[in-house]
T-cell receptor, first 113, second 115 residues
Framework: AQSVTQLDSQVPVFEEAPVELRCNYS??????LFWYVQYPNQGLQLLLK??????LVKGINGFEAEFNKSQTSFHLRKPSVHISDTAEYFC???????????FGTGTRLLVSP | GAGVSQSPSNKVTEKGKDVELRCDPI?????LYWYRQSLGQGLEFLIY????????KSGLPSDRFSAERTGGSVSTLTIQRTQQEDSAVYLC?????????????FGAGSRLTVL
């Protein structure tokens, strides 16, 4: 069975600073990888996804992530964050052979002025 | 519809009562998922439908929980004899197929409070 680890439960950062949210997964087969974002009092929104092809994927709001198969990681990055990026970010993994999406426990990004 | 619709958005019930939560997926989406989001617990997978059948119901916490889907569209999650630990936000998602993967679109959720 697949699993996802998000080591950081909370990441505080100042506005305009770069940020990296870490995600590691475990699976015995090939995977698809996702990042979802949940803004305060809102639903989950797809930020970006890796399905195949280029290992560097770009998403909405200037975020990007890189799939690293050897390190089983899919870290999320943004070069310059805004106050409006304050939200909970969830990494998720799906086995290519079975369509169950498993989420990590989430990382709360807190952007301050 | 344009998005995944869930009802009710909020439900307060007394311990021991049964509740039904409804999910109306995006038209044409064949797969449908239920998750539970509890405070501090992240997103817990409950069940997944492909059409009307459920290939994976391994996440249902107990036999008090059941779900069905009819006509390949609307799904209902039923919780019988609710307990306080059932209090959570129940999220439904439907998915489109992209490059072999189910890509999920979530509804706004149904917040259940068991007193």
């Amino acid at each position: 069975a697949q699993s996802v680890t998000q080591l950081d439960s909370q990441v505080p950062v100042f506005e305009e600073a770069p940020v990296e949210l870490r995600c590691n997964y475990s699976s015995s087969v090939s995977v698809y990888l996702f990042w979802y974002v949940q803004y305060p009092n809102q639903g989950l929104q797809l930020l970006l996804k890796y399905l195949s092809g280029s290992t560097l994927v770009k998403g909405i709001n200037g975020f990007e992530a890189e799939f690293n198969k050897s390190q089983t990681s899919f870290h999320l990055r943004k070069p310059s964050v805004h106050i409006s990026d304050t939200a909970e970010y969830f990494c998720a993994v799906m086995n290519t052979g079975f369509q169950k999406l498993v989420f990590g426990t989430g990382t709360r990004l807190l952007v301050s002025p | 519809g344009a998005g995944v619709s869930q009802s009710p958005s909020n439900k307060v019930t007394e311990k021991g009562k049964d509740v039904e939560l409804r999910c109306d997926p995006i038209s044409g989406h064949t797969a449908l998922y239920w998750y539970r989001q509890s405070l501090g617990q992240g997103l817990e997978f409950l069940i997944y439908f492909q059409g009307n059948s459920a290939p994976d119901k391994s996440g249902l916490p107990s036999d008090r929980f059941s779900a069905e889907r009819t006509g390949g569209s609307v799904s209902t999650l039923t919780i019988q004899r609710t307990q306080q630990e059932d209090s959570a936000v129940y999220l439904c998602a439907s998915s489109s197929r992209q490059s072999g993967a189910n890509v999920l679109t979530f509804g706004a959720g149904s917040r259940l409070t068991v007193l």
